[in-house]
């Protein structure tokens, strides 16, 4: 059974920071592709960050030099740093396994990030 369980939300003041946390289980973060998405609501779900197998990142415009995604291979787990955190960062943050270009297999719960200005 594949469980991902993001945690690292919470209330952060405008230019604080945070890190997610997204350890799996039942599958190997490191031999897959992975993604952080988030939605505000009213909005669409959107791609913030990404990580291959072979560990290249990628980026929404939206978060570059501001976000870091990682992953710790022994601890199997997969993270996003988020700092200089913005009012419009306010999402509930999620991570998922991608298994073709656009789709996923497996979410995580999501975790709500509320940036205060």
């Known amino acids: 059974q594949v469980q991902l369980v993001e945690s690292g939300g919470g209330l952060v003041q405008a230019g604080g920071s945070l890190r997610l946390s997204c350890p799996a289980s039942g599958i190997i973060v490191a031999a897959n592709a992975m993604d952080w998405y988030r939605q505000a609501p009213g909005k669409q779900r959107e791609l913030v960050a990404a990580i291959t197998s072979g560990g290249s990142t990628k980026y929404a415009d939206s978060v570059k030099g501001r976000f870091t995604i990682s992953r710790d291979n022994a601890k199997n787990t997969m993270y996003l740093q988020m700092n200089s955190l913005k009012p419009e960062d306010t999402a509930v943050y999620y991570c998922?396994?991608?298994?073709?270009?656009?789709?996923?297999?497996?979410w995580g719960q999501g975790t709500q990030v509320t940036v205060s200005s």
């Open positions: 998922a396994r991608r298994i073709t270009l656009s789709s996923h297999d497996y």
